[in-house]
């Protein structure tokens, strides 16, 4: 895939915390994910190997209410240490660094600020060709450890949705984590398909839908219709991506290639609850704890959203056969 070298990037919807005095431990503690109340994520899971924690929580949907199940090490404190005393974060560095999408074609942290850029311009132009003003969702670059207005958050969780402070968070080591440890292929589109799942949950918070799911796992419940649709929508970009223009009038990204599908198709294989059960937990799936689907459920919705192109097609609700 390739950005437009001449279009603008907008830092401005990114807030780098990797240089905070918050960003320290991110172990694993106790029986929960550094402190974030499970809520549509699921809970309770009682693993002990941290890969398996990570694979069973990744692209949990929605976290919120109730109480804290648990911190991360040492993090917890250092974050709070932080906000008391009123550390900022100085993220001028990255805005000089990334302005354009040449910068994009070029650094990794400019990728990602252009995937959030084209994924957010493209909701932008949907909501308002419905008459509607999209409200942007901020994503948080941070390392190891975070505060978040849903908890404490790590690393640990791989990338996450708030809605109570409606941002994304992203500890940018995940994408090598996608490869050495969930053995996915790699690719940066993998990444743009990443961040536009979890804006999917962002649309799924303004729309409501979210609101109207419980944390009932099972093959057909509504957390993982909730992640289905949220794959749908992901692919739904993918196929706009290159046509959507931007603020300056400019379309970010200029190709997208069958092998970028491909290693979008990918990551999803790698994260179903299947494949997670069987080749990151017990040895065995048990359909009874799933909360985002199976490989190929995750597959074919983003194919669904990809081959339509319609936000209207992803209606996981309705759907009387998941795949």
């Not at 924690?53 to 648990?70: E, V």
Request: charged share 15%; aromatic share 8%; with cysteine.
């Amino acid at each position: 895939m390739k950005f437009n070298e001449g279009a603008s990037l907008n830092t401005g919807q990114i807030s780098d915390q990797r240089g905070s005095s918050g960003g320290g431990g991110g172990g694993l503690g106790g029986g929960g994910l550094g402190g974030i109340p499970i809520g549509k994520a699921g809970g309770g899971i009682g693993l002990v190997v941290a890969i398996v924690l990570i694979a069973i929580q990744l692209f949990g949907g929605k976290f919120g209410g109730g109480s804290d199940t648990g911190s991360a090490s040492g993090g917890s404190s250092l974050l709070q240490q932080a906000a008391a005393t009123g550390d900022n974060v100085d993220a001028s560095a990255l805005a000089s660094e990334c302005r354009t999408g040449a910068d994009a074609n070029a650094k990794d942290d400019c990728r990602v600020v252009g995937f959030v850029n084209s994924i957010q311009d493209y909701w932008a132009n949907q909501f308002k060709s419905t008459g509607k003003t999209y409200p942007e969702a901020t994503t948080v670059f941070y390392s190891q450890a975070v505060s978040t207005g849903c908890g404490q958050g790590s690393s640990g969780m791989g990338p996450f949705y708030c809605p109570a402070d409606n941002q994304v968070y992203i500890d940018l080591s995940f994408w090598q984590d996608l490869k050495t440890q969930f053995g996915t292929n790699g690719g940066v589109f993998a990444e743009g398909y990443v961040l536009a799942h979890e804006y999917g949950h962002h649309i799924q918070a303004l729309l409501g839908t979210s609101d109207r799911v419980g944390s009932d796992s099972g093959p057909t419940s509504g957390s993982v219709r909730l992640e289905l649709q949220a794959d749908c929508y992901a692919g739904v970009w993918a196929k706009n991506a290159t046509s959507t223009p931007g603020a300056d009038g400019q379309i970010l990204i200029s190709d997208i290639t069958d092998q970028d599908i491909s290693d979008a198709l990918d990551t999803a294989s790698k994260i179903g609850d299947d494949y997670i059960q069987t080749h990151l937990g017990s040895g065995r799936s048990d359909p009874s704890q799933y909360t985002h689907g199976t490989s190929a459920q995750r597959e074919k919705w983003f194919r669904q959203g990809f081959s339509t192109g319609d936000p209207a097609q992803c209606d996981t609700f309705g759907a009387k056969d998941l795949g």
